[in-house]
């Protein structure tokens, strides 16, 4: 994003986009407030760093499940009142069930950004490839996608499953990734879902 850092050189988007995981028009059932009091809510999934967001909606909101909303300053529509981050933990079950359809819709619709990662993956350290995170790719397979894509970079999720034998699910295997990277708080390398720790 072009805005997303600010003159400290603090990375801080000021807008990004969110797919809506779960959508509560009453609030959260375990508020005790009389209806009339409680906020509509929904749960989303950062597009740009697949944090997990809560959401407090406008009166006005008219969302779904699976809509792209935007949040921040130059949000198109005022329907979002405030975000904030929460843990994998605080999901509901609904958006817990709906995780993995948006994250595969997200890495559907930035190919080019999950293609990338296979073309520019670096070593990690002396033993362990950024590849090597990846569910299912192991030295061998490593190996024959840093070859092949030195020869020429990878265009698609198709192209490299066309060129590197034994990787026939591409798209697949990013996702997986993203799902262990977002689940698991304690993982040592995060490279697609942001790490607070980082």
Known sequence: MSDSENGNGDS????????VLDYLPHGRPDDNRPQYQKDALAYAVAVDDF????????DEADI????????GD?????IIESAREIEYEDLSNSAVSELEYAVEAIVEAEE???????NDAQPITLRLHQL???PGIGKKLRNKIIDKRKRQPYESFEDLSDRVGGLH???EVIVE?????????DLKYKTFARDDEA
């Open 112 to 118: 080019d950004r999950f293609v990338d990662f296979y």
């Open 64 to 71: 779904g499940i699976v809509d792209r909303v935007t949040i």
């Open 74 to 78: 130059d949000a198109d529509d005022a």
């Open 132 to 134: 090597n995170l990846l």
């Open 51 to 58: 944090s997990l967001l809560e959401l407090t909606l406008t």
């Open 169 to 171: 699910r591409p798209k």
């Open 12 to 19: 801080d988007a000021t807008t990004r986009e969110a797919v």
């Open 177 to 185: 990734r993203v799902l262990e990277e977002i689940r698991d708080d």
